[in-house]
């Protein structure tokens, strides 16, 4: 059974961090390159970045430089670490499989004021 479990979201002013957990089932984890995704209000959910089971990273554009990746393999959690929030980062946050297929978490919410 497919489990994915988002935390470590919040409210934080402008140019804050915030660090997000994803804690995955092992099945899903073991065998995919992982991924955090986005959807802010109104709009369609956007990949941020995505880690390699080897570790190799990739990032969208509008985070690049503020934004880390990472993977625990012993934990099956995937973090984000975010720096220099700005207010167009406010979304909920999930975390899946870089191939995701239908199931998604709950997602967890981040909201950054001005």
């Known amino acids: 059974q497919v489990r994915l479990a988002e935390s470590g979201g919040g409210l934080v002013q402008a140019g804050g961090p915030l660090r997000l957990s994803c804690e995955a089932s092992?099945?899903?984890?073991?065998?995919?390159?992982m991924a955090w995704y986005r959807q802010a209000p109104g709009k369609q959910r956007e990949l941020v970045a995505f880690i390699t089971i080897t570790g190799r990273t990739n990032y969208g554009e509008s985070v690049k430089g503020r934004f880390t990746i990472s993977r625990d393999n012993a934990r099956n959690t995937v973090y984000l670490q975010m720096n220099s929030l700005k207010p167009e980062d406010t979304g909920v946050y999930y975390c899946?499989?870089?191939?995701?297929?239908?199931?998604w978490g709950q997602g967890t919410q981040v909201t950054v004021s001005p």
């Open positions: 092992r099945s899903l984890f073991n065998t995919n390159p």
């Open positions: 899946n499989s870089a191939r995701p297929g239908d199931y």
